[in-house]
């Protein structure tokens, strides 16, 4: 018997033995995007049966056996990997998240929803790609990443809020800005600023503390949030915490910008050639002189080295502490962010903080807080000349810098500021610079600030007494609180004339939101039935007041102080509105195979007169996951199409930004008459003004290939909007003061948008993932008042360069009409009114036709619609990377079929006092020369566009843009290790690297009109945009 035992023993042995032989442990660690470390992550082989998951460090041991080559990585909401085994530890794996699971929930009005569930269109970006950016405000990254989203940067001044429109214009002279709702809470958008500094109140949001941008673009996806979502709806969710022990992260990164494509300006010698040629040709006797400095040296500035900088340091940091359990959640995040402009004297500054927290109380009960601070500073001397309204500031840097005479120095030999009381003093040059102030002192000496202390916080109650049941209350405020302080100087410039000028201006605006919900949730089968009931109340309370004083000629000392007796009160503004509003959701699919959703709102809104207040909006909507049907599988169509789902929607939606908070009301004004107390009738309102409303069609489809490894989502839409809001000037004779808002008519746009989301290599160590998106709309006015056909758009009160007009897209560039330089004589060709052709003789300041006979004068009143400011053509082209540790980002953008009116062109050829581009140095000359630049006379400020604005400074905008491109390495994790830390990942990225453009300005993506719907694609003396590259290091304890 013992004989057999130990037979039997030795045999298990050998088995046992063999087995070891046969096996192999291999370990390893996994860590996220950022280097952090990834716990209960599924470690398996492929066709094993067993496996592990990671640990709270991310380490993981597994035994295999030794034939098996790969492991397979998986974890919910991130990539799944197969990894190459190349030795018993196979380093630090790194998992991206997976952009499919991420889209699988995405962010609808007062909940969420499955994305395979959603009939609306809805797009989504995460984070993390705005996260690393250097930019101010996270919408100023979304340009190119979403169907139907055109994002333009309007100049180079920091803080400066993006135009951002969704599928199109969408209003006349309403905000076209899309409603931005932060957890829940809707926030403000636009500049609010006092001063030349602008203000966006989105850039209070770190970046980096940003989870997902989900994009509402249709009624079915907007319409719960009733007369706001007619410009769509943009839903911002900023972090929580993950399961697990606390996470430490530190983000940072510097950077440089320079600015780039500025014009090539005439230096010294070539700018008193050519005034002198043109002096000559204008007989006039007076001459240009060099002048020189105190060295004796010819003076030579380029008043751009005076204006821009170099280069423009920025740094940003970030620290946040995370984490969870079953019952609690928490995420907290301190940043810092200092970022110079390309303009010197121009900087924005930011401390932030962020503190998210859920907490269960019991089964069914969970409460919650969210509260953000940030404290935001826009700097910057003065005007840059680049806001709405600034074109034409004598003030305007950015104009200075293209129009200053380079042979007028800053200062004098002596030292002193080189000025001519407000102008800049003209050293010798004959004539002075009217309208032109010495930059440098501008500069040195004014400034103008602007400080906001920004508050958003809220908190919630939910109580879910059954599965299906969830009750929720959720209060909310957002507080901006800005102080203004700006000081003009005494020397020269706008200060001038009153000895020097300070300003204190200070604005609060607030709001509080309380949303209170019941979300029901059912199935009966493959019945499954959701309901959402709520209602919702909104005060906004604004109040903004000030106070002016003179004589002050030291910029230190620029506080308003009691007792002063030159103190002048700068106004007080006052308003308040409220919103109340009820709405509802019905949701039903069956079998998650045919969807149906409606919604409803009711809005009641105080600035609107009685009879009038009250609006409702709907939208409906349907869907069928047809991949799903027996026959498809059985077809063989599931063999190609993954899955494939089509969806509809129509509903009606409204506006109401930008209304103001009495305009239907009649207003009167208190005022000092004669030392006496009185008033003057300052409003007159309109008590049948109304919402503006849009209703919205989209059909779509979405459907995947080859096992969804390449996504693609068809869309058309048609918006038209009625009850379009102008303000329209009064008669004199009626004797009503200022402008009437009325709704004067409607609008549509339509257009297809599609994108295509591929994962084209996938291969062990290597991934190659590719997004293109193309979107085309088509703009037009369809009616405006009876008996009007057109409304010119002037651009403050010195140029009328737009105009809107039925049967024409909003925003029309409007011009004369140029028929170029005839070659006999170098007369600029203009097309008058009765649509002839005639020419301007500069000398005799007179207008011929094209036989020598006299004619009546040119003026905007010759005037055509000319060009289309509206891009036919949006889109985004995105490639990413990944080998191993490295990742390498490119982001293309693009825009096309719409043209700039390129104004500073006009200035930039202007014969007078003024520096112009060296264009003019193909001039006409002689009889024959055939060139676009007339013969040049000395004070000709009609030929180039100076006097009215001409198509020869229309061109065409399009272009593609090398937008974003970045690369970051994952430090090993066994160096990582050796310091103690979770993951460090370095990153490089650059902005704005490279354009492909027939624009001749230093960039067709801006807008001197800022947000203006009717001002668009307009040009005029604007501060250019930089190219931006950083370094970074992203770290986790």
């Known amino acids: 018997m013992r004989k057999h035992l130990l037979v039997v023993a030795s045999m298990l042995l050998l088995a046992f033995s063999v087995m070891a032989q046969n096996q192999r442990t291999v370990s390893g660690r996994v ?38 080559k790969q492991l397979r990585i998986s974890f919910v909401g991130y990539e799944t990997k197969l990894v190459p085994i190349t030795g018993d530890n196979v380093g630090a794996i790194t998992l991206g998240l997976d952009s499919k699971t991420i889209s699988e929930v995405v962010i609808v009005g007062y909940g969420t929803q499955r994305r395979t569930e959603v009939t609306g269109n809805i797009a989504s970006v995460r984070g993390g790609a705005v996260a690393e950016m250097p930019i101010q405000s996270f919408e100023a990254g979304l340009g190119g990443r979403a169907t139907g989203v055109q994002i333009t940067v309007p100049n180079g001044v920091v803080n400066n809020p993006p135009v951002f429109r969704i599928r199109g214009v969408n209003s006349l002279s309403l905000s076209a800005y899309p409603l931005i709702i932060i957890d829940g809470v ?98 006039n006797p007076n001459r240009y002189k060099a002048n020189t400095d105190a060295n004796g040296n010819m ?104 129009l200053t005479s380079p042979t007028t120095s800053p200062y004098n030999n002596d030292g002193s500021y080189n000025v001519d009381g407000a102008q800049i003093g003209r050293q010798g040059n004959p004539a002075l610079a009217v309208g032109i102030y010495n930059p440098q002192v501008l500069l040195d000496l004014d400034h103008s600030n602007t400080e906001n202390n920004h508050i958003q916080a809220n908190v919630y109650g939910e109580l879910k007494p059954f599965d299906w049941l969830t009750l929720k209350t959720n209060y909310g405020i957002d507080y901006l609180l800005m102080n203004n302080d700006i000081y003009q100087n005494n020397q020269n410039g706008d ?110 809104y105080s600035a609107l007169s009685p009879g009038h207040k009250k609006g409702t909006f709907y939208g409906f909507s349907g869907g069928w996951e047809i991949a799903k049907e027996k026959f498809w599988s059985s077809g063989g169509i599931s063999n190609v199409f993954s899955n494939f789902k089509i969806r509809a929607s129509y509903g009606k939606v409204g506006n109401m930004a930008g209304l103001g908070n009495f305009d239907f009301m009649y207003l009167y ?61 009064s008669p004199p004779s009626s004797g009503l003061p200022s402008t009437i808002p009325v709704n004067v008519g409607s609008l549509f746009n339509k257009g297809i948008e599609a994108s295509v989301n591929a994962t084209v290599i996938d291969h062990g160590s290597f991934s190659w993932t590719s997004n293109f998106n193309f979107s085309y709309n088509k703009n037009q006015i369809t009616s405006l008042l009876d008996g009007v056909t057109e409304i010119p758009y002037t651009t403050s009160g010195l140029e009328q360069t737009s105009i809107n007009k039925v049967g024409m897209p909003v925003g029309m560039i409007y011009v004369v009409r140029s028929a170029g330089v005839n070659p006999k004589n170098g007369r600029r060709m203009l097309i008058n009114k009765d649509n002839k052709q005639v020419e301007y003789d500069p000398l005799a300041k007179a207008y011929y036709d094209m036989e020598g006979k006299p004619v009546s004068a040119v003026s905007v009143t010759s005037a055509v619609p000319y060009a289309n400011t509206n891009p036919k053509f949006v889109g985004g082209f995105e490639n990413t990377f990944k080998y191993k540790g490295f990742e390498l980002n490119v982001m293309l953008t693009y825009q096309a079929g719409f043209s700039v009116y390129y104004g500073s062109n006009a200035g ?94 230093p960039d067709p993506e801006v807008s001197s009109n800022g947000n203006s719907p009717s001002g668009q694609g307009i040009d005029r003396n604007t501060l250019a945009n930089g190219r931006t590259v950083t370094v970074g290091v992203n770290v986790n304890f």
């Open 31 to 68: 860590t996220d995007e950022t280097g952090g470390n990834l716990t209960g992550v599924t470690v398996s082989f492929p066709g094993g049966k067993t496996g592990t998951v990671t640990n709270t460090k991310g380490e993981f041991t597994l035994t295999i056996p030794t034939a098996v």
């Open 186 to 283: 809707p926030t403000f958008t636009g500049d609010q600023g006092a001063t030349s500094a602008p203000l966006n109140p989105l850039a209070s949001i770190n970046p980096s503390d940003i989870a997902s941008i989900d994009i509402a673009k249709d009624a079915a996806a907007t319409a719960i949030y009733g007369s706001r979502a007619a410009n769509g709806v943009v839903f911002i969710t900023t972090k929580k915490g993950k399961l697990g022990k606390t996470r430490f992260n530190y983000d940072g990164w510097v950077g440089w910008s320079k600015p780039v494509r500025l014009p090539e300006l005439l230096n010294a010698q070539q700018y008193i050639d050519i005034k002198n040629e043109g002096l000559k040709n204008a007989n």
């Open 299 to 402: 003076v030579d500035v380029n008043w751009l080295d005076v204006v821009y900088r170099d280069k423009a340091f920025s740094q940003s940091h970030s620290f946040n502490a995370s984490g969870a359990t079953e019952n609690t959640s928490y995420y907290f995040s301190g940043g810092y962010t200092n970022q110079e402009g390309i303009l010197k004297r121009n900087a924005f500054g930011r401390k932030n903080l962020l503190f998210n927290l859920d907490q269960k109380v019991g089964k069914i009960f969970t409460v919650g807080t969210k509260l953000s601070y940030s404290n935001e500073q826009s700097l910057i001397s003065g005007s840059s000349g680049s806001l709405e309204g600034e074109a034409f500031n004598s003030g305007g840097l950015a104009r200075l810098a293209f």
């Open 495 to 604: 200060g001038y004339a009153s000895n020097g000028d300070i300003f204190n201006i200070y604005t609060q605006v607030k709001r509080w939101v309380w949303t209170n919900t019941a979300d029901l949730n059912k199935s009966f089968g493959k019945n499954n039935f959701g309901l959402l009931l709520g209602l919702e109340q909104q005060h906004d309370d604004y109040q903004r007041y000030g106070l002016e004083r003179q004589n002050q000629t030291d910029n230190m000392f620029n506080t308003i102080q009691g007792g002063w007796l030159s103190d002048f009160s700068t106004g007080l503004d006052r308003g308040e509105n409220y919103l109340y509003s009820a709405f509802s959701r019905l949701n039903y699919n069956y079998d998650a195979k045919y969807f149906l959703s409606a919604n409803l709102r009711q809005d009641q």
């Open 669 to 729: 004004h208190p005022q000092l008459y004669g030392g006496n107390p009185s008033m003057y009738f300052s409003q007159s309102g309109n008590s049948e003004l109304g919402w503006e409303e849009s209703k919205k069609t989209d059909v779509g489809i979405n459907f995947g290939i080859l096992k969804d490894r390449i996504n693609f989502e068809v869309a058309y839409y048609h918006n038209n909007v009625d009850g379009l809001i102008l303000r329209m000037s």
């Open 908 to 1001: 930039l050829r202007d014969q007078r006092y003024w520096n112009n581009s060296t264009d003019v140095l193909h001039r006409w000359q002689k009889e024959g020369d055939v060139t676009d630049f007339p013969k040049i006379y000395y004070g000709d400020n009609v030929s180039n566009g100076s006097s009215y604005a001409i198509s020869a400074n229309v061109f065409k905008g399009d272009f593609v843009k090398l937008r974003n491109v970045g690369l970051s390495y994952n430090i090993p994790s066994e160096v990582v290790k050796r310091a103690h830390l979770g993951g460090v990942r370095v990153y490089a990225t650059a902005q704005n690297l490279a354009i492909w453009t027939k624009y001749p300005g």
